[in-house]
């Protein structure tokens, strides 16, 4: 194994500099939950790791009712859902941060590093893409925003441009009438890896779903966000039927594999259950707003 550079960066002009001094052959630590294990495993053949543990942008968590949230892609799962303000205003999020691995690993692992990870079955995506939630990236021609559910280009790839970086993710203020939930079916407990996953939100406004989004895990190369799903509920009250008939199209969307955890037909099945199951939590979480 060939030695590798461990940096402590205190800016992001520090860390993109690197990032571009080291041609490709260097990546981002924001909680390292997944990076070392993939460097361990060979998947990553690296000159240096850079620490985002010490840049300001990267660690910071705001909220407020009027700009909504701001989560540094180095922020701790255990900062977002010990934030009891932060809790009750983005349940959806909330469900998936303290689902990513133990406590353990929620001291060091982040929202930020799970979306950079691109993995198919990543709990935070799905979560981020139903509150709307907007990626800040910065590189070397300055600082774009692009949406969640545009990040995942593949397994284990991101649309990030070379010697680009993830500094922030920007969640809208909720608003009355808003609900969110993430829930997913894993075989065991000591398997903590999804079969299949589902966040979904709605927006009530009098009696009536004026705003929907579902987003799958674990059923198709990136995770899934599922327009059509959400838009069958748009103008329509939240009943049994309208909520499975959006469920079956979240179902018909999925594209899965079958591996050791699941079959494609039991993952398609895991679809409709689990986007049916979320959507009344959320439909019940929103009507506890109003």
Do not use: W
């Not at 982040?110 to 981020?128: T, V």
């Amino acid at each position: 194994m060939n030695s590798i550079d461990y940096i402590r960066p205190t800016t992001v002009d520090e860390a993109l500099s690197l990032l571009s001094k080291y041609k490709g052959k260097a990546r981002i630590l924001a909680g390292g939950t997944d990076l070392i294990v993939q460097m361990r495993g060979g998947r990553y053949e690296l000159d240096a790791v850079i620490d985002g543990k010490h840049i300001d942008e990267l660690n910071q968590l705001t909220y407020s009712k009027q700009d909504g949230l701001v989560i540094g892609a180095a922020v701790p799962c255990h900062k977002i859902y010990g934030d009891s303000k932060v809790a009750e205003a983005y349940p959806g999020i909330m469900d998936s941060a303290s689902l990513i691995g133990g406590i353990q690993i929620q001291g060091r692992a982040s929202i930020g590093g799970n979306l950079m990870n691109a993995a198919p079955s990543a709990d935070a995506i799905p979560a981020l893409i139903a509150h709307n939630a907007v990626a800040n990236i910065a590189g070397s021609k300055g600082v774009r925003s692009i949406r969640v559910e545009e990040i995942c280009s593949g397994p284990g790839a991101t649309s990030l441009a070379a010697g680009e970086m993830l500094v922030s993710i920007s969640v809208p203020a909720p608003t009355k009438g808003f609900g969110a939930r993430y829930i997913r079916f894993i075989p065991r407990n000591e398997m903590d890896i999804a079969v299949a996953g589902a966040g979904v939100s709605v927006q009530l406004k009098n009696g009536k779903i004026e705003a929907a989004r579902v987003a799958l895990a674990s059923v198709a190369p990136t995770p899934l966000f599922v327009v059509e799903a959400g838009n069958s509920l748009i103008g329509k009250e939240p009943s049994d039927e309208n909520i499975r008939i959006a469920s079956e199209i979240a179902k018909q969307a999925a594209k899965p594999i079958t591996d050791m955890r699941g079959t494609i037909e039991f993952r398609k099945h895991l679809c409709e259950v689990l986007t049916r199951r979320a959507l009344h939590t959320a439909v019940e979480r929103a009507r506890e707003e109003n």
